[in-house]
Nanobody, 118 residues
Framework: QVQLVESGGGLVQAGGSLRLSCAASGGAFRRYFMGWFRQAPGKEREVVAR????????YYTDSVKGRFTISRDNTQNMLYLQLNSLKADDTAVYYCAASPRGYVFDYWGQGTQVTVSS
């Protein structure tokens, strides 16, 4: 069973950048499809980006395309999300998650807060 710990959140001005990291342990990281999700106050959790086992296939929700980049390092058991051109609407708690099969995410981190001031 994989354990996930996010880091890298914080307060940033609109237009700024952040890099979120997710450290995985306790499992074969390279065998998990990975994703980043976010939940803003009063809203449902939504998928932000997903990445395949070896990182060659990625998916982004429309609102972040061209601004966010998901990547992974299977040698270091790390998942990343580069957030550029941040907007106030990006304010949320960001979670990384792991899926053994690619469609149901069974394992979740505790989340990291991203706050974008306008």
């Amino acid at each position: 069973q994989v354990q996930l710990v996010e880091s890298g959140g914080g307060l940033v001005q609109a237009g700024g950048s952040l890099r979120l990291s997710c450290a995985a342990s306790g499992g074969a990281f390279r065998r998990y499809f990975m994703g980043w999700f976010r939940q803003a106050p009063g809203k449902e959790r939504e998928v932000v980006a997903r990445i395949s086992l070896n990182g060659d296939v990625t998916y982004y929700t429309d609102s972040v395309k061209g601004r966010f980049t998901i990547s992974r390092d299977n040698t270091q058991n790390m998942l990343y999300l580069q957030l550029n051109s941040l907007k106030a609407d990006d304010t949320a708690v960001y979670y990384c998650a792991a899926s053994p099969r690619g469609y149901v995410f069974d394992y979740w981190g505790q989340g990291t807060q991203v706050t974008v001031s306008s």
